[in-house]
């Protein structure tokens, strides 16, 4: 969610939700901290904010003040940029043309882009197609694409400079 509000250059606040509950059943709180800290050391770490929700408080008050006491050093880092190695592309001119066949299939690329990035720890932000076609690809040593059917000509140009310049497309 973070990464969709960086790239949409969203001004007001970037937030995020985690799931305060033991997995689908919202009325049975999940008593591992470990879930909410990750979530809210994410959202400092991006920038933003982190809200969760129980139906049942009382299974998970216990963790707050630990989650508190551990975030709360970190916080003054609220609002800085996020590092940035790799771009995940989001093409809206793809998603208009495959989307007339299959719908998910550039959301699929994009999500998978962004769990192997995560799983690989590294940072990675998204960029849209005005990116490309303006050439603003030099903050991102890494752009992945995807799939990207829709290509003009003036995107290809900046991606062919993009490898020239020493940048990775995958």
Same mark, same amino acid.
């Given at each position: 969610?973070?990464?969709?509000?960086?790239?949409?250059?969203?001004?007001?606040?970037?937030?995020?939700?985690?799931?305060?509950?033991?997995?689908?059943?919202?009325? *049975?709180?999940?008593?591992?901290?470990?879930?909410?800290?990750?979530?809210?050391?994410? &959202?400092?770490?991006?920038? +933003?904010? #982190? =809200?969760?929700?129980?139906?049942?408080?009382?299974?998970?008050?216990?963790?707050?003040?630990?989650?508190?006491?551990?975030?709360?050093?970190?916080?003054?880092?609220?609002?800085?940029?996020?590092?940035?190695?790799?771009?995940?592309?989001?093409?809206?001119?793809?998603?208009?043309?495959?989307?007339?066949?299959?719908?998910? *299939?550039?959301?699929?690329?994009?999500?998978?882009?962004?769990?192997?990035?995560?799983? &690989?720890?590294?940072?990675? +932000?998204? #960029? =849209?197609?005005?990116?490309?076609?303006?050439?603003?690809?030099?903050?991102?040593?890494?752009?992945?694409?995807?799939?990207?059917?829709?290509?003009?000509?003036?995107?290809?140009?900046?991606?062919?400079?993009?490898?020239?310049?020493?940048?990775?497309?995958?």
């Amino acid at each position: 969610q973070m990464k969709m509000h960086t790239a949409m250059r969203c001004r007001r606040g970037q937030e995020t939700w985690i799931p305060m509950s033991h997995y689908w059943d919202m009325w *049975r709180g999940n008593p591992e901290p470990e879930t909410m800290l990750q979530g809210a050391l994410g &959202a400092v770490a991006a920038g +933003g904010n #982190i =809200f969760g929700g129980t139906g049942n408080i009382d299974t998970i008050r216990g963790s707050m003040p630990g989650i508190v006491r551990r975030v709360k050093p970190l916080w003054k880092y609220r609002g800085g940029q996020p590092l940035r190695y790799a771009a995940i592309w989001v093409s809206q001119a793809s998603m208009d043309f495959d989307g007339q066949m299959d719908a998910t *299939r550039q959301w699929n690329s994009a999500h998978g882009a962004n769990e192997l990035l995560n799983h &690989a720890h590294l940072p990675s +932000g998204m #960029i =849209f197609d005005d990116a490309v076609e303006s050439g603003r690809l030099q903050d991102f040593p890494v752009l992945i694409g995807g799939e990207n059917a829709c290509v003009s000509v003036r995107q290809w140009r900046n991606l062919v400079a993009y490898v020239r310049r020493g940048g990775m497309l995958v």
